[in-house]
């Protein structure tokens, strides 16, 4: 019996770090969806089921709390991690969260763990 890809949302500003996150992850066994638009992130969650919503540092502070939110109106039981740098802090809440700097491994190694959790 093959065995389902875990699935990983990764919303961001910036296109090249998505792309790279989502080709690393890619190539570590998960299915990756990415969106540079809240609008488009919706979409691409009320399309398909998502296990771990990750969001990058290129999200500002203000706005993320009301991304998480408008994902887990359309998938609750996604879990939610944050790329952080020492120049965006990292809003109280349940999430996972890995440094922008730490490198693959990871961020391959923290997303396996939220979706354990």
């Not at 009320?46 to 771990?52: N, V």
Request: glycine share 6%.
């Amino acid at each position: 019996m093959k065995s389902v890809k875990p699935s990983v949302l990764i919303y961001g500003y910036d296109v090249s770090l998505l792309e790279t996150r989502s080709w690393v992850l890619g190539r570590n066994g998960f299915e990756v969806g990415k969106a540079s638009h809240l609008r488009e992130a919706e979409a691409v969650a009320s399309a398909r089921p998502i296990d771990l919503f990750l969001m990058c540092h290129t999200i500002p502070a203000q706005e993320r709390r009301s991304a998480v939110a408008a994902i887990q109106a359309v998938r609750p039981q996604a879990k939610v991690m944050l790329v952080t740098t020492a120049t965006h802090p990292v809003p109280e809440g349940p999430w996972h969260t890995v440094d922008a700097l730490a490198g693959a491994a990871e961020l391959i190694r923290v997303a396996r763990r939220a979706i354990e959790t």
